[in-house]
């Protein structure tokens, strides 16, 4: 009998995907997995639940990786919201291209569908976190409630338009998915056009300019 062999997670997440390429199916159970993979049953509940549980992991983990390049780079750093968020695109983009056949594998039933696919629920939460610490600009309407609304708004925003991007690039068929990198810049660039607050809050501090002379005369 062969030695079963020391198994890290790494090791896990690739016999996964290599499995389910090779196989266009998940293993038919955690046993049957383990033995295809030479390893001990019992070492992948160390370190997973289910498969579903690699499947979170693995795209949180296309996300991770984009932040830690990103985070590299000097002109990152010093970018505004909107050309960080570009930025990020264009970098999550290339690590799915390089995963794509395990990505279409995972996400292709579901393509009309992902918004409340488990699968990615880790993968939302980051993201929704990145979001927020980009601090992209809202009215300042100086009530926690309607902030918090706000926020949380622009949040759920931006993740429908990554997972609208996510479908799209699925769908592509362009080379070097070429129209993926015009959707991204154009759809990004058009939801900053449409946040760009800074006509309205014009608006507002001469409405308050107003109401405060106004006064004032009374």
């Known amino acids: 009998m062969a030695k079963k062999k020391t198994i890290t997670e790494n090791d896990i997440i690739s016999s996964y995907m290599d499995y389910v390429l090779e196989h266009n199916e998940n293993p038919k159970s955690v046993y049957a997995f383990a033995k295809a993979s030479n390893f001990e049953e019992s070492k992948f509940y160390d370190l997973f639940g289910s498969f579903e549980a690699?499947?979170?992991?693995?795209?949180?983990?296309?996300?991770?990786?984009?932040?830690?390049v990103l985070e590299k780079s000097e002109d990152y750093k010093s970018f505004d919201a909107r050309n960080k968020l570009l930025s990020f695109y264009f970098t999550f983009f290339e690590n799915l291209t390089a995963n794509r056949s395990y990505v279409i594998y995972a996400l292709d039933r579901h393509k009309n569908g992902l918004k409340g696919l488990a699968v990615l629920s880790d993968f939302k939460r980051s993201f929704t976190s990145y979001i927020e610490e980009l601090n992209i600009d809202t009215l300042d309407i100086k009530q926690e409630?309607?902030?918090?609304?706000?926020?949380?708004?622009?949040?759920?925003?931006?993740?429908?338009?990554?997972?609208?991007?996510?479908?799209?690039?699925?769908?592509?068929?362009?080379?070097?998915?070429?129209?993926?990198?015009?959707?991204?810049?154009?759809?990004?660039?058009?939801?900053?056009?449409?946040?760009?607050?800074?006509?309205?809050?014009?608006?507002?501090?001469?409405?308050?300019?107003?109401?405060?002379e106004k006064m004032n005369m009374n």
């Open 54 to 68: 690699i499947e979170n992991h693995i795209f949180e983990a296309f996300f991770k990786n984009t932040v830690t």
């Open 145 to 212: 409630q309607i902030d918090k609304i706000q926020r949380r708004a622009l949040q759920e925003s931006a993740w429908l338009q990554l997972l609208l991007t996510m479908k799209f690039w699925m769908e592509d068929t362009s080379a070097a998915f070429e129209k993926t990198d015009i959707f991204i810049e154009k759809s990004v660039n058009t939801s900053f056009d449409v946040l760009n607050i800074s006509p309205l809050k014009s608006v507002l501090d001469f409405g308050k300019f107003i109401f405060k």
